[in-house]
């Protein structure tokens, strides 16, 4: 079988598979947790790849993902160097502040805190291995409720090990990034990034609506700044800040970035496809991976 056939048979098994994800978790994932959508969308974003390299295509898979990777990493080194020298090491205060909310959080894992005199970023959490949170001067000056609420979402991110995610989703945009479906997948799950690690900020200051508030009010002050989102966009973030807002006030309402197509009805809070949702992406990711396997190999 030629290599066009073959990327053609591909572009058509892939495609199928993002429309049909996709949709499936339109109907039955607005009332799941952020966490197991997440898991969809990381599952359209590597089955694509997957495909290709169970395939007689394999060795041009592998050669355009290593290469990939390798410019990924060499530009995010070149940025993260570039971001320490405008940087310098948190004041002891702060950084003590901000480790005891760390503490009492439960965070355990160890990480840097760095310090922007200029107040021209944003606060962030950089690094892919070591992780770095970013604090300015406009932060540090919040009151207090606010001040927990910023930094709890950016430990949540810590926590999860977020820019490591978001750094991997960049990859995948970048190599899938022409097909409108992936694209809209990568976009898809930076903005679950960000819901769940609001939800993991809100249970630990213990008062959802509190933190939302306090996160549309540092929205508001963020987007009144000249280098608003310039911190933000280093990190790899989504600002879609009013559907979190809105996810985050509404405890019991569906997740306002799905929606079933046509106007159709999808599934309940109570609906048992919520409760099932945690493997079946995992089962349609191997389907189309073992459907595309077979029709490349056949004579």
């Given at each position: 079988?030629?290599?066009?056939?073959?990327?053609?048979?591909?572009?058509?098994?892939?495609?199928?598979?993002?429309?049909?994800?996709?949709?499936?978790?339109?109907?039955?994932?607005?009332?799941?947790?952020?966490?197991?959508?997440?898991?969809?969308?990381?599952?359209?974003?590597?089955?694509?790849?997957?495909t290709?390299?169970?395939?007689?295509l394999?060795?041009?898979?592998?050669?355009?993902?290593?290469?990939?990777?390798?410019?990924?990493?060499?530009?995010?080194?070149?940025?993260?160097?570039?971001?320490?020298?405008?940087?310098?090491?948190?004041?002891?205060?702060?950084?003590?502040?901000?480790?005891?909310?760390?503490?009492?959080?439960?965070?355990?894992?160890?990480?840097?805190?760095?310090?922007?005199?200029?107040?021209?970023?944003?606060?962030?959490t950089?690094?892919?291995i070591?992780?770095?949170?970013?604090?300015?001067?406009?932060?540090?000056?919040?009151?207090?409720?606010?001040?927990?609420?910023?930094?709890?979402?950016?430990?949540?991110?810590?926590?999860?090990?977020?820019?490591?995610?978001?750094?991997?989703?960049?990859?995948?945009?970048?190599l899938?990034?022409?097909?409108?479906?992936?694209?809209?997948?990568?976009?898809?799950?930076?903005?679950?990034?960000?819901m769940?690690?609001?939800?993991?900020?809100?249970?630990?200051?213990?008062?959802?609506?509190?933190?939302?508030?306090?996160?549309?009010?540092?929205?508001?002050?963020?987007?009144?700044?000249?280098?608003?989102?310039?911190?933000?966009?280093?990190?790899?973030?989504?600002?879609?800040?009013?559907?979190?807002?809105?996810?985050?006030?509404?405890?019991?309402?569906?997740?306002?970035h799905?929606?079933?197509?046509?106007?159709?009805?999808?599934?309940?809070?109570?609906?048992?496809?919520?409760?099932?949702?945690?493997?079946?992406?995992?089962?349609?990711?191997?389907?189309?991976?073992?459907?595309?396997?077979?029709?490349?190999?056949?004579p």
């Open positions: 079988m030629g290599a066009l056939v073959t990327l053609g048979i591909w572009l058509f098994v892939v495609t199928l598979f993002l429309a049909d994800t996709e949709i499936t978790l339109r109907f039955v994932g607005r009332y799941a947790d952020p966490a197991v959508r997440l898991r969809w969308e990381a599952v359209l974003l590597v089955v694509p790849v997957a290709l390299l169970v395939s007689p394999w060795l041009w898979a592998a050669a355009a993902l290593t290469l990939t990777t390798l410019v990924a990493l060499a530009l995010h080194g070149v940025a993260y160097r570039s971001l320490r020298r405008r940087l310098t090491t948190a004041p002891a205060d702060a950084a003590e502040r901000i480790r005891s909310l760390a503490e009492s959080f439960g965070l355990r894992r160890p990480f840097a805190i760095l310090y922007d005199p200029v107040d021209q970023l944003e606060p962030a950089v690094g892919l070591r992780p770095a949170l970013v604090i300015t001067p406009s932060a540090l000056a919040l009151p207090e409720p606010d001040f927990r609420a910023v930094m709890a979402h950016e430990l949540a991110h810590i926590a999860r090990r977020d820019p490591l995610r978001l750094w991997a989703c960049g990859i995948s945009r970048a899938l990034g022409w097909h409108p479906l992936a694209r809209r997948a990568a976009r898809l799950f930076a903005l679950e990034v960000e769940a690690a609001d939800r993991q900020a809100a249970a630990w200051t213990g008062d959802r609506r509190a933190y939302a508030l306090a996160l549309g009010r540092w929205g508001l002050r963020r987007h009144g700044g000249a280098g608003a989102m310039r911190g933000v966009a280093f990190a790899g973030v989504s600002a879609h800040i009013v559907q979190r807002l809105t996810y985050l006030v509404d405890v019991h309402g569906p997740a306002p799905l929606e079933p197509p046509l106007g159709l009805a999808g599934a309940g809070p109570r609906s048992r496809w919520t409760g099932s949702l945690r493997w079946a992406h995992l089962a349609m990711g191997l389907a189309y991976t073992l459907l595309f396997a077979v029709m490349a190999r056949l």
